[in-house]
Every structure is written in structure tokens, then in C-alpha cells.
């Protein structure tokens, strides 16, 4: 246990070195402003381009939750399945952390943590924006701050593991330009209904919708920040959940998903070593 | 007998192509991940269309853009911050060493990605029709594909331009590539009309070939909705026309001076992990 705690501590330690030492701390603020606050201006001005109404609607405010919170989706994604692919061949380190002292599972949750660490402050920025400039209908003395933390708590371990699951995949891939991280978080993107309803969704689809965790996880971030009753009412599909059911389904699923990722990554690790991948360089 | 001129530029864009062929046959997770998954992407911009109830030339508009997005990540990743990879890996200096240019090199790069590239944005186009019922007009299909062929010269003659900057960088190279990606969706209209933003913002928005290629090929491939164009067709092309030469031309002479500056510099070989 303790050389797991050492493992996760030193990760987030070095992914955050990795993340924010490349420049000045003004011009990583920068970075970390300008690339969330454009990506949200694209739903903003596709908005404004069709309803041609103001911001300050529920449904706009519960698509711009959706999208902000979305960020971690992304960034622990990419976080975690990237890093093997930066230690594997950019830095050519992966084959060290397997012959030291090293929880390898533990050590990509480290690194899944630092790209939390940085997502935090794109979602602060981005909540902000919304508040101050867009004037989103969201009453910060009328959030329910308990059910978002838990909420919060309980989405961010189920990213954490779905990271570990693809890190798991990646383990046995090669490196194109493309990272496996984001093309899952952007078909998942359209599953979770992250920028609409879920109700939208042709009726095939729903059925997947409805068993992935970041759909319960977004649908519980939106009613503590919005109000149960006005979620309720943009997503029929989902009002026939309570609030507390909501956080069971996504706290059962993502059990589920943890227990699954653990075998899941030890067989794909015995893949990847079993055909000399670790150390494996792919620069196509 | 020793390759020179036209033929060596020409082997050495095949030999950097090669690897990315053989790369792309050899793992092929990508024609999951690098289609499924960006189609399911595009499909999102696409539903939050109808769940405001945009009218249905919107959704083509969306798909256009989807489509394109795999030129520009083919740009950003795999050439301008392929070279400082290259550079880490220890392959830069040799680049610099053999005979070949350095533009054969990158175009060599492009040309090896457009299997995957292509194949991403056909997939999307593909998608876009069967699933959404994208219906895409089909007068004008030697002017689309002049607006095209205009647009990935100016694109790739900027990627090239940028690779030159990125001799230089270290790890900024990689976040500036990543820092370039969702900015680049906004202000060259990737999922709305470029029309709708302030006409500063486009003007500005023009210098990257996408804003404009992408309005002419929108405007082409839906000519009843007047809303999507910012300028007519043939300006537009004229204009990407205009910025291929100037790209391709400066990039010839960025690529040269800066391969300079970094021998001078001892940039070519450093690892600023």
C-alpha cells in the first residue's frame, strides 16, 4: 500500500512537471484559458447562430455545464493513455518504471491526476466565463454543493478507471498522431449527451447512453448546479432517477468498472510484454 | 548514380513516406479509433444541431467540417510537431544529414498520412450521408475539387511553414500544436458558418486555408442556403490561390533559414525534456 501511495504521489508530482514546465507560469495561464474558453465559444456561436436568443436559458446553461465539465473527460483520457505513450517512446522511460520499485497501475492514476490538476483550472476558467460574460442561469447560493462534491468525487474515480482501461489498451499499441485517449473521449462525447439531451438521440442509441457512467455522472453534476427540476425537464429520459439514484448507478457502475480494469490491465500488460512491446518505438 | 534534383526531392518524399504506409498496414487499430470514433464526434456537433432544431443544412455544414478536421490534425501532428518528435528520437539530424531537403521530408510526411487522413474524412462524409441523410449537391464537382486541391496546398504549404518554426522549439512545439487545435475549429467556422462571426475575426481567420476552403466547398456543396458564404467561390479560391504560393514560398525559404539558425544555435540534436 505504501509503495502504491509513493507510486500515485511521485506520478501526479511528475506529470505536473510535464504539464507546466515548459513555459512561464503567465503563459501556461494563457494556455490553459485560451484552448477551453475557444472550445466552448464553438457551441456558444453554433447556438447563437440557430436560437438566436439569449444565454441565460436553462438549456443553454445545462449544455454549457455539460461541455465545461466535459473537459476532465478529456483531459484524464488523454492523460492517462498518452502517458504510456510519452514514457514508451518520447521519453523512452516505461521500460525504467517496470524495473524499479514502481505500482505501474498506481503510477497512471498519478499521471491521470496531474492532467486533473490542470483540467481543474480550464474548468474553473471556463464555469467563470460562463457566469460572468454569458450569464448562465446558475444561482451559486441555490447549488446543492453537497451532491456536486459527491457527484464530483464519484465521476472523477470513474474517469480515473476508464483512463486505466484505455492506458491498458494502449499498452499494446502503436503510436500514430492520433491519441486513442482522444478519440474515446470524443465518441463519448456524443454517447453521454454531454451537449444535449440524451432524449435526442436516435432510440438505438439510447440503450448505450444509458449504461455509461458519464451520463449519470453529467446528469448529477447538471440538477446540483441547475436544479433538479429544470434537468428534469430538459432530459425526460433521465427524470425517471432520483437524485440519490443517479449517484448509485454511477457508484455501482464505476465498481464495477474498477474491479474489471484491474484483470483487464494485468492481461493486457502480459500481452505487452509477452511480445517485447514495452520498449516498443513506432515512429511512423 | 546519385539522385539529384527533382528525383532526389521525389525519393526522399517516398523514403518518409514509406514508414507511415507500412506503419499504417502494420498496426491497424487506427481504422477503429482514427474512424468510428471521430464519425461518433462529428455526430455530436450533429445532434446538438437538431436538439435546437437547426434547419437540416446545418447538419451537412457540420459534417463538411468534421471531415476537415482530419487535414488539419494531419497538419498540426504529424507535420509541424513531427519534427520536433524527430528531433527527440534523434531522427532530425540525420534528415539534415542525408541529401534530400527538408521539404521533401514533410511533404514525404503528408503524403504518408493521407491514407489515414483521407480515410478519416471519407468515413465522416460517408457517415454523414448514410446516417444523417446529408444531401450534398452535385453541379459543381470540378470547382469542389479545385477548391480542395487549393486549400490542402495552402494548408500543407503552411504546415510546412510551421514545421520550420517548431526546428526551434522544444517541448513547446508539442503544446503549441495543441494549444493551435480548438482555436483553429473556432475561428475558421469547423461547425458554423464563418459568417456569423464579426468580419474582423474572419478576415483574420482567412490567412488559415480552412476558413475559405471550407466556405467555397460549403458554398458548392450547398448552394440553396445563402448563409454560409462570407465571399463568393472564386475569390475565395483566388484568395487560397494567392495564399499556396505565398506559404510554399516562404516556408521554402523559413525551412532553409531555420535549419541554419539551429546548426548555429546546436539546436538540432538537443533534448529539452
Known amino acids: 500500500m505504501h509503495q502504491a501511495a509513493r507510486s500515485f504521489r511521485v506520478a501526479t508530482w511528475l506529470g505536473w512537471q510535464i504539464e507546466s514546465n515548459w513555459a512561464d507560469p503567465f503563459l501556461f495561464l494563457i494556455y490553459s484559458i485560451v484552448k477551453p474558453v475557444t472550445s466552448v465559444m464553438i457551441l456558444v456561436v453554433m447556438y447563437w447562430v440557430i436560437a438566436q436568443t439569449d444565454t441565460s436559458s436553462d438549456y443553454f446553461a445545462y449544455m454549457y455545464v455539460g461541455n465545461t465539465a466535459y473537459i476532465y473527460v478529456g483531459s484524464i483520457l488523454v492523460g492517462v493513455s498518452w502517458a504510456i505513450i510519452d514514457d514508451r517512446e518520447h521519453y523512452q522511460t516505461l521500460k525504467y518504471i517496470y524495473i524499479s520499485p514502481i505500482r505501474i497501475y498506481f503510477y497512471l492514476l498519478g499521471r491521470g491526476m496531474a492532467r486533473f490538476l490542470t483540467g481543474t483550472l480550464s474548468v474553473v476558467v471556463t464555469m467563470a466565463f460562463g457566469l460572468v460574460v454569458l450569464n448562465l442561469s446558475i444561482q451559486l447560493a441555490e447549488v446543492n454543493w453537497l451532491y456536486f462534491v459527491a457527484s464530483m468525487a464519484i465521476g472523477l474515480a470513474s474517469m480515473a478507471v476508464m483512463g486505466l482501461l484505455l492506458g491498458a489498451a494502449t499498452l499494446q499499441m502503436a503510436r500514430h498522431y492520433w491519441s486513442v485517449g482522444e478519440s474515446v473521449a470524443g465518441a463519448l462525447y456524443l454517447l453521454c449527451g454531454a451537449i444535449f439531451p440524451v432524449d435526442s438521440l436516435p432510440d438505438w442509441l439510447q440503450p448505450v447512453s444509458m449504461v455509461l457512467p458519464l451520463t449519470y455522472w453529467l446528469e448529477s453534476l447538471r440538477r446540483s448546479l441547475l436544479g433538479s427540476e429544470a434537468s428534469m425537464e430538459i432530459s425526460p429520459s433521465l427524470a425517471r432517477f432520483s437524485d440519490g439514484q443517479l449517484l448509485l448507478i454511477l457508484l455501482g457502475s464505476t465498481l464495477i468498472m474498477a474491479v474489471g480494469s484491474v484483470y483487464f490491465f494485468r492481461w493486457s500488460e502480459h500481452q505487452a510484454r509477452e511480445k517485447g512491446l514495452i520498449d516498443m518505438t513506432t515512429h511512423y | ?273
Open chain 2, 1 to 273: 548514380m546519385m539522385a539529384r534534383g527533382a528525383e532526389l526531392f521525389l525519393r526522399t518524399m517516398i523514403a518518409r513516406a514509406y514508414p507511415r504506409v507500412i506503419g499504417a498496414s502494420r498496426e491497424r487499430s487506427w481504422l477503429f479509433f482514427e474512424t468510428v470514433m471521430p464519425l461518433l464526434s462529428t455526430a455530436a456537433y450533429v445532434f446538438f444541431y437538431r436538439a435546437i432544431n437547426a434547419p437540416e443544412d446545418y447538419i451537412g455544414l457540420v459534417v463538411v467540417g468534421g471531415a476537415m478536421t482530419a487535414y488539419w490534425l494531419n497538419v498540426l501532428w504529424s507535420m509541424s510537431s513531427q519534427l520536433y518528435w524527430d528531433k527527440d528520437a534523434g531522427n532530425l539530424a540525420l534528415y539534415i544529414a542525408a541529401p534530400g531537403s527538408l521539404m521533401a521530408i514533410l511533404l514525404g510526411m503528408a503524403a504518408g498520412g493521407l491514407i489515414m487522413t483521407t480515410t478519416r474524412a471519407a468515413i465522416i462524409i460517408l457517415g454523414g450521408w448514410l446516417l444523417f441523410g446529408v444531401e450534398f449537391s452535385l453541379d459543381s464537382w470540378a470547382l469542389l475539387i479545385v477548391a480542395f486541391a487549393i486549400t490542402m496546398a495552402a494548408l500543407y504549404g503552411m504546415g510546412m511553414l510551421f514545421a520550420s518554426l517548431f526546428l526551434l522549439f522544444g517541448r513547446e512545439a508539442w503544446h503549441m500544436s495543441n494549444l493551435l487545435q480548438e482555436p483553429i475549429y473556432l475561428f475558421s467556422g469547423f461547425y458554423f458558418p464563418v459568417s456569423a462571426l464579426p468580419l474582423w475575426i474572419v478576415a483574420a481567420a482567412s490567412l488559415i486555408p480552412l476558413t475559405l476552403g471550407l466556405d467555397a466547398m460549403r458554398q458548392l456543396l450547398f448552394p440553396g442556403n445563402p448563409t454560409f458564404g462570407f465571399l463568393s467561390v472564386r475569390i475565395e479560391i483566388a484568395a487560397l490561390l494567392a495564399l499556396a504560393v505565398l506559404f510554399i514560398a516562404f516556408s521554402r525559404f523559413a525551412l532553409a533559414h531555420m535549419e541554419r539558425l539551429a546548426m548555429r544555435e546546436g539546436r538540432l540534436t538537443e533534448r529539452r525534456r
